[in-house]
């Protein structure tokens, strides 16, 4: 049963098939149950992109079997922090959330050579995102 006292970060971008994927799964990954996580999309793609998926199992992280979700009013009100992607995404925004934007080149129609940098970004900035939220990293 996930700790209901864990902080909730939300990820959004526009098809939630790059960006917001690899940053959910990075957090899961370092953080574990420590932090709730969710990814949505304001226009969901079919599917997440394949060059994404790739890039991400080269550093051991299986996002495979994720799909794509769509943004919900629901999923903004049970999170503490939103996280945009630089995509210009437009949130329903309430009171006491943290809201953060991250300009982040968008992956799509892209190759893994040109997603292993934004990769490499997105890890750093969830590292220093548990910092700020205070959790470790997952043993």
Request: aromatic share 4%; charged share 20%; net charge negative.
């Amino acid at each position: 049963m996930p700790d209901t006292t864990a902080p909730s970060v939300l990820f959004v971008c526009v098809h939630n098939a790059g960006r917001s994927q690899m940053a959910a799964a990075f957090l899961t990954h370092l953080a574990g149950d420590r932090v709730q996580v969710r990814s949505a999309g304001s226009a969901p793609a079919d599917t997440v992109n394949p060059a994404v998926v790739e890039a991400m199992a080269e550093v051991g992280i299986d996002i495979s079997a994720e799909s794509p979700k769509a943004l919900t009013t629901e999923a903004v009100q049970a999170s503490d922090v939103v996280i945009t992607m630089g995509c210009g995404d437009t949130c329903p925004v309430f009171p006491g959330k943290r809201y953060l934007d991250w300009q982040l080149p968008d992956p799509a129609g892209q190759g893994v050579d040109a997603v292993r940098p934004v990769r490499d970004d997105i890890d750093m900035r969830i590292r220093k995102l548990m910092t700020e939220l205070g959790v470790r990293l997952r043993p």
